[in-house]
């Protein structure tokens, strides 16, 4: 019996031992994965997909180079128009390279513009069934560029790349995604300096576009104006100068139009050259009055729009 009792303290002990290093090895590995030192695990089933040899070399460390070949396959799915195919690849090569930007960036890409526009444009489809194509296309792109983000919380490109997508007016465009995209990333830690100052102002841009949210674009317009010279430019004055001049907003101290612009003359281009693109729904108050006084005042014809 002391033999007995004698094996099975030792067994207990062996098992408490293996699960301690089973899940200290498990937290170990997570960790290195968070800090990139080492590639996450392949997905179930992704083996399957890469076949024998390509598994046996990806299991092997040559991940880069097996990701670089189905990049390739890749490209001849999007030549021959097979994007069920082409999705499936990019799904194996961010599995096999989850932390390179590219892939997100390109596979995303191929989705929600060259497939989303392919099936816009086939005439064989119905009318209904292009429209129907073209969303689910444009929401497979975003949905992979998610993923990315998930799995590369800190990757401002990946943040910056929904961002665009989501105020691309040749889209679909949701603005207040856009702008939350935008948010999320200026929160990163590794986007560069001079990055967020462009960034910034394409934030304002998309936020000025929202009815709803006229007085924090106002105010962060106003913000990004005074902080420095690098923002004095046409779009951002003209967008600024109209969101003053918004009658349902707040009465507040407006910058005088001398400080906003150089000259009367150059007011007048710059005012008209914003005019034009009105329908990308950027705010337009006081923006034709203001031009007609000037007009007068500069002695040219007066515009009837």
């Known amino acids: 019996m002391r033999i007995v009792f004698q094996i099975v303290v030792i067994l207990c002990?062996?098992?408490?031992?293996?699960a301690a290093k089973l899940s200290y090895e498990d937290q170990l590995n997570k960790d290195m994965v968070e800090n990139q030192?080492?590639?996450?695990?392949l997905k179930q089933g992704t083996n399957l997909q890469l076949g024998q040899t390509g598994a046996a070399v990806a299991l092997g460390g040559l991940r880069s180079l097996v990701a670089a070949m189905w990049n390739l396959r890749a490209f001849i799915h999007f030549e021959k128009l097979d994007w069920i195919k082409l999705e499936e690849s990019y799904g194996v090569?961010?599995?096999l390279q989850p932390q390179t930007t590219h892939y997100w960036d390109t596979g995303a890409w191929h989705l929600h513009t060259n497939a989303s526009v392919h099936y816009n444009e086939d005439r064989?489809?119905?009318?209904?069934?292009?429209?129907?194509?073209r969303k689910?296309?444009?929401?497979?792109?975003s949905a992979l560029l998610e993923e990315g983000v998930r799995q590369n919380p800190e990757n401002w490109k990946l943040h910056i790349s929904l961002a665009r997508l989501w105020s691309d007016r040749f889209k679909l465009p949701d603005l207040q995604r856009a702008v939350t995209h935008y948010d999320n990333s200026l929160a990163t830690q590794t986007m560069p300096g001079y990055k967020r100052k462009q960034y910034k102002?394409?934030?304002f841009y998309s936020l000025a576009r929202i009815p709803a949210r006229k007085k924090e674009a106002l105010n962060d317009g106003t913000e990004l104006f005074l902080s420095t010279s690098d923002n004095h430019l046409p779009n951002l004055i003209c967008c600024l100068f109209a969101l003053q001049n918004a009658a349902e907003l707040p009465e507040k101290i407006p910058i005088p139009d001398k400080d906003l612009f150089p000259d009367d003359k150059t007011q007048y281009t710059w005012l008209?050259?914003?005019?034009k693109n009105r329908h990308?729904?950027?705010p337009m108050d006081g923006v034709l009055d203001k031009r007609r006084e000037l007009a007068i005042k500069l002695g040219i014809p007066t515009p009837d729009q």
């Open 136 to 141: 689910l296309y444009i929401d497979k792109g």
């Open 37 to 41: 030192l080492i590639q996450p695990s």
């Open 280 to 282: 990308i729904s950027y």
């Open 201 to 203: 102002r394409f934030r």
């Open 93 to 95: 090569i961010t599995t």
């Open 124 to 133: 064989n489809l119905s009318p209904l069934r292009r429209k129907a194509l």
């Open 13 to 18: 002990v062996l098992i408490g031992f293996g």
């Open 272 to 275: 008209t050259n914003y005019w």
